[in-house]
C-alpha cells in the first residue's frame, strides 16, 4: 500500500504544471496556471515562420567557383608535390574544391574535402587559425542541407569558441558573431536540437552576463548596456517557461530506474540553473529596472526609451500574472510618453490593441527543423479584459473541424494567454469584439 501511495503523490507533485510554477515571492499559497507562451503553442497566422526542411534538395548558398574540377586538382598536386600533403597553400583550393561539389550536388564528397581543409589549416596555422572560420561557415551550411541538424550545432558551438579566440572582446565582429550564436542557441533550444536543453538556456544566460558585466567595468556605452539587457531578457522569459527535465524526473519516480535528472543530482551547472529557475521573476524585473537607470541617464527621466522600458517591466509583471503592478508600470509609461510628447506614436505603438506576450517573439521557432506535432487553426472573437485576459471566448472557424480536442487545448491556451491590454487616457480598459486567426499545436 505503502508504494501505491508514493507513487500517487509523485504523480500529483510532478505530473502537474501548476504544482510546478515559481511564486515571484516563494508563496506556499497555490498557484494560477502559468501564462501561455505566444509563439510557442499558438501563434497568429500570419506570424507563422517557414524554415530549412529536412532534405529539403536547395544547396546551400555559394559563389560560383572560377575553376574547373581539373584546375583544382591540378592546383592541389602541384602544391602537394612542392610542400607535402600539409602544404599551408592547400587550404584555399581545398575549400574552394569542396564549395564546388557543393554546386555539383556532391555534399558527402564536399564534406571529405573541408575535412581536409580544416586539417591542413590547424596544423599551419594552429588551433585557433582565423581561416578555418569560412571552412566552419559552410560545414553548418552543409550540415542543415543534409538534415544533420545535431552535428551541425557541434560545428556550430565549436565556430563560437574559435570566433572568441579570433576577435576581441567587443569587436564588431565578435559582437556579430555573439548574435549569431545565441540566435542559433534560443532556436536549438525551441525545437529541441540535442543535448541537455538547460544547458543552452545557461549559456545564453552567461553570455548576455558576461557582456553586461564588461561593459559595466569598461564604462561602455549604456545603449550597449540597455541592449544586453534586453536580449537577456529573452532568456528569463525562455527560463521561465523551462521544464524540460522534470519529466525525466516522473519517470524515475514511477519507472525505476533511469537517466539522472542533472538538476536534482548535484551538478554545478545544475545547481546554477536551479537559482535561475528560483531567481528568475527577480532577475526580469531588476533586468528591466537597469534598463530604466541606464535609460534615464543616457536620456533623461522622460525620454522615450525610459517610457519603452516601463512598457516591458509591465508585460514581465503581466506575464507573471501580477496584474496590478503591471497597471502601475502602463500607466507610469503612459505618463511618460505624454510628458514627452510622443503619445501619439506611443500609443499606436504599445496601446491600441491587444497584445499577446511576450510581446518579444521569443517563443517564435524559425520551423528549421521538422516536427511531427498535430496541428489546428481557428478562426475566434474574444473580449480582452483590462487586466489582460481573454474572456467571451468565441471560435468562428475550425480546422480540422468537429475535432472535439483541438477544441478543449485551444480554450486551454486562449484561457491563459497574457496580453498587453488597451489604454484609454491612461488607463487601461477591456477591448471587446478581438478577432484572431490562431495556429496551434495538440
Known amino acids: ?31 494560477k496556471p502559468r501564462s501561455t507562451p505566444y509563439g510557442l503553442q499558438i501563434v497568429e497566422s500570419g506570424d507563422v515562420l517557414t524554415g530549412r526542411e529536412s532534405g529539403d534538395s536547395a544547396a546551400p548558398q555559394v559563389a560560383p567557383t572560377p575553376l574547373t574540377d581539373s584546375a583544382f586538382h591540378a592546383m592541389v598536386e602541384q602544391f602537394e608535390s612542392q610542400g607535402g600533403p600539409y602544404d599551408p597553400r592547400l587550404t584555399e583550393p581545398l575549400h574552394t574544391m569542396g564549395r564546388a561539389f557543393i554546386e555539383k550536388g556532391e555534399p558527402f ?19 585557433n587559425g582565423p581561416a578555418q572560420l569560412p571552412i566552419l561557415d559552410d560545414m553548418v551550411e552543409l550540415r542543415l542541407l543534409l538534415g544533420q541538424f545535431e552535428e551541425a550545432d557541434q560545428l556550430v558551438s565549436r565556430r563560437f569558441r574559435l570566433q572568441q579566440a579570433v576577435y576581441a572582446p567587443g569587436d564588431e565582429n565578435m559582437m556579430q558573431a555573439t548574435r549569431e550564436y545565441l540566435d542559433w542557441q534560443r532556436q536549438a533550444y525551441l525545437q529541441g536540437v540535442g543535448g541537455s536543453s538547460y544547458l543552452r538556456l545557461l549559456d545564453m544566460h552567461d553570455v548576455y552576463s558576461a557582456n553586461i558585466e564588461r561593459l559595466s567595468q569598461s564604462n561602455g556605452a549604456d545603449e550597449e548596456i540597455i541592449a544586453q539587457h534586453y536580449d537577456r531578457m529573452l532568456v528569463e522569459y525562455l527560463i521561465s517557461r523551462y521544464d524540460g527535465e522534470r519529466q525525466s524526473m516522473l519517470r524515475i519516480q514511477l519507472s525505476g530506474p533511469a537517466d539522472a535528472d542533472p538538476l536534482l543530482n548535484g551538478q554545478l551547472e545544475g545547481e546554477r540553473f536551479r537559482q535561475l529557475q528560483k531567481n528568475n521573476f527577480r532577475n526580469g524585473r531588476r533586468s528591466l529596472e537597469a534598463i530604466i537607470e541606464a535609460a534615464t541617464r543616457a536620456e533623461g527621466p522622460e525620454s522615450d526609451a525610459v517610457g519603452k522600458a516601463y512598457v516591458a517591466l509591465g508585460d514581465w509583471y503581466m506575464w507573471w500574472q501580477e496584474e496590478s503592478r503591471a497597471l502601475q508600470q502602463y500607466e507610469k509609461a503612459w505618463a511618460i ?39 489546428a487553426r481557428a478562426k475566434v472573437m ?61
Open 1 to 31: 500500500m505503502r508504494p501505491m501511495l508514493c507513487a500517487s503523490v509523485c504523480v500529483v507533485l510532478l505530473g502537474s504544471p501548476a504544482a510546478w510554477a515559481v511564486s515571484p515571492y516563494h508563496s506556499i499559497v497555490p498557484e
Open 109 to 127: 564528397e564536399a564534406m571529405k574535402v573541408f575535412r581536409r581543409a580544416m586539417q591542413v589549416s590547424r596544423i599551419n596555422e594552429g588551433l
Open 337 to 375: 510618453f505624454s510628458a514627452s510628447g510622443a503619445l501619439a506614436s506611443a500609443e499606436e505603438a504599445f496601446f491600441t490593441r491587444p497584445v499577446e506576450l511576450p510581446d518579444t517573439r521569443v517563443f517564435l521557432s524559425d520551423g528549421s527543423v521538422p516536427t511531427e506535432n498535430v496541428k
Open 382 to 442: 474574444l473580449t480582452v479584459s483590462r487586466y489582460g485576459e481573454a474572456r467571451e471566448i468565441e471560435i468562428l472557424e475550425q480546422e480540422p473541424p468537429e475535432d472535439v480536442g483541438a477544441r478543449v487545448v485551444l480554450f486551454r491556451l486562449l484561457r491563459d494567454v497574457r496580453f498587453r491590454p488597451v489604454m484609454k487616457d491612461g488607463k487601461t480598459v477591456s477591448w471587446s469584439g478581438l478577432e484572431r486567426d490562431y495556429r496551434y499545436q495538440y
